[in-house]
C-alpha cells in the first residue's frame, strides 16, 4: 500500500509542541526534527509501508483567486513552522505544492488509485475521498466507501467550515445535515437538497453562493478538476 501523508498536519502538530505558548519559548531544532520523525515513522510502521509521499501546501493556492477571505481567521503560524517545512523536505522529500493544496494532492492520488492508496491525515475534508483513510492521531486505519464520502462534501457544502471562513448556511450544523440529506440516493438527490437550502438562504444569489462555496470545498479528484459542473445538469436548478 502506498501512503501519501499530510505534512501540513505534522507541520503544525509539532511545530506547537516544541513552543511553550505562554512564553513563547522553544525547544531545540533536535527536539522538532525527532518528533517528525517518530511520527513519520509511526505512520509507515502502522501501515506497513516503505512507499511514501510527504505533501506540503505550496503558493499560489486557487482558493484564494475565488474567495479573498479564504482561511482569514487561521491564528498566527508557530515558530518552528519553516524549519519544520525545510526539515520534511530535505530528510523526508516532502513535496511543496504550487496552486493547490496539499490536501489536494492527497486526494489526487487517492482518487487515482482507491484500492492501494492511503491517506494519512487528521482532517476531514479529505473524508469526501472514497479510498483508504488513517487517523495517525487515534491511530485508525479505514476503508471510506462512497456513499459516505460524497455525503461528506454535500453536509459541508450545507454547513460551511468556520475554521476556513467559508460560510455555508447559518444554523445549519451537523445533525441538521444529516437530517436533511437523510433518505437521499444519488448524488444528484444530494445537490437538489443544497440547491433548496441555497435559494432559501441566499436569494437570487444562491448560485454564485453554491458555486463558490463548493469549490472552496471541494477536494480536486485530478490535477484540472473543479467543481460545479454537475449544477449545468437537469436538475430543479432554475434562476
Known sequence: ???????????????????????????PDYVLYGRINNQIHEILEALQTTDYQLYLTGPNNFRYDIYPGYKANRPPKPKLYEAARIYMISKWGAVVTDGIEADDALSIEGSMDEANVCIASIDKDLLQIPCWHYNFVKGKLF??????????????????????????????????????????????????????QYREHYGEEWKQAILCNGRLLYMLRDPTDMWGEILDGSYHTED
Open 143 to 196: 476503508k471510506q466507501d462512497y456513499d459516505t464520502a460524497i455525503r461528506s462534501f454535500y453536509a459541508q457544502l450545507l454547513m460551511g467550515d468556520a475554521t476556513d471562513s467559508i460560510p455555508g448556511i447559518k444554523g445549519i450544523g451537523p445533525v441538521k445535515a444529516g437530517k436533511l440529506l437523510q433518505g437521499t440516493v444519488t448524488e444528484y438527490d444530494m445537490l437538489q437538497i443544497c440547491v433548496e
Open 1 to 27: 500500500m502506498r501512503v501519501v501523508i499530510d505534512a501540513d498536519v505534522i507541520t503544525y502538530r509539532v511545530a506547537w509542541s516544541c513552543e511553550d505558548r505562554k512564553t513563547g519559548d522553544v525547544d
